[in-house]
């Protein structure tokens, strides 16, 4: 079955650190670029960072550059998010989609930051 | 960067009903807008790709129109399935979203 799952989400401290995995299946992973989304409670949803398909280029939104890193092991078909200095702010479901133009997305993972 | 308005935010139907979703860009983006149906605890799903072309699979009563900055996500003859989260998506350098519409069936 073709799909991605997420995983890795729960309840951290702020200034902490929190690493998202997300699991591909069912297609060739490393064909792909991938992306991060999030969507905080009641809100929409918003970019956060992007990789191409063998990790050699990334991106990121304003709101997490410097505290996020994406990365991919294609090896395990699995993508990366390694969120590091942890804000109230970042609390949200966090999915994962596949290419350029978002035509797979995962469950999510819900990361929350509190105190 | 471009910014995406939807509207409405929620909009209630009745089965068979024809609903309309907009979606405007704070600038020009041609036809790199898609649109998504997301329901509680489930993954978003692709159904409409570079603004009108349905993606293989989905119902024909899902369409889509519009081209630079106004675009349309239109359900005709609306099932009690459809109930569900739509979103638009810009797919540039720097992705944006809609802020999404919640559709009820009465």
């Known amino acids: 079955e073709v799909q991605l799952v997420e995983s890795g989400g729960g309840l951290v401290q702020p200034g902490g650190s929190l690493r998202l995995s997300c699991a591909a299946s069912?297609?060739?992973?490393?064909?792909?670029?991938m992306h991060w989304v999030r969507q905080a409670p009641g809100k929409g949803l918003v970019w956060v960072s992007r990789?191409?398909?063998?990790?050699?280029?990334?991106s990121y939104a304003d709101s997490v550059k410097g505290r996020f890193t994406i990365s991919r092991d294609n090896a395990k078909n699995t993508l990366y998010l390694q969120m590091n200095s942890l804000r109230a702010e970042d609390t949200a479901v966090y999915y994962c989609?596949?290419?350029?133009?978002?035509?797979?997305w995962g469950r999510g993972t819900l990361v929350t930051v509190s105190s | 960067e471009t910014t995406l308005t939807q509207s409405p935010a929620f909009m209630s139907a009745t089965p068979g009903d024809k609903v309309n979703i907009s979606c405007k860009a704070s600038q020009d983006i041609d036809d790199d807008m898609n649109w998504y149906q997301q329901k509680p605890g489930e993954a978003a799903i692709f159904i409409i790709q570079?603004?009108?072309t349905l993606v293989p699979g989905i119902p024909p009563r899902f369409s889509g129109s519009g081209y630079g900055t106004d675009f349309t996500l239109t359900i005709n003859n609306i099932e009690s399935e459809d109930a569900a989260y739509y979103f638009c998506l810009q797919h540039d350098n720097f992705p944006a979203f809609g802020q999404g519409t919640k559709l009820e069936i009465k």
């Open positions: 989609a596949r290419a350029w133009y978002f035509d797979l």
């Open positions: 069912g297609f060739t992973f490393s064909s792909y670029w």
């Open positions: 570079e603004a009108t």
């Open positions: 990789i191409n398909s063998d990790g050699s280029s990334t």
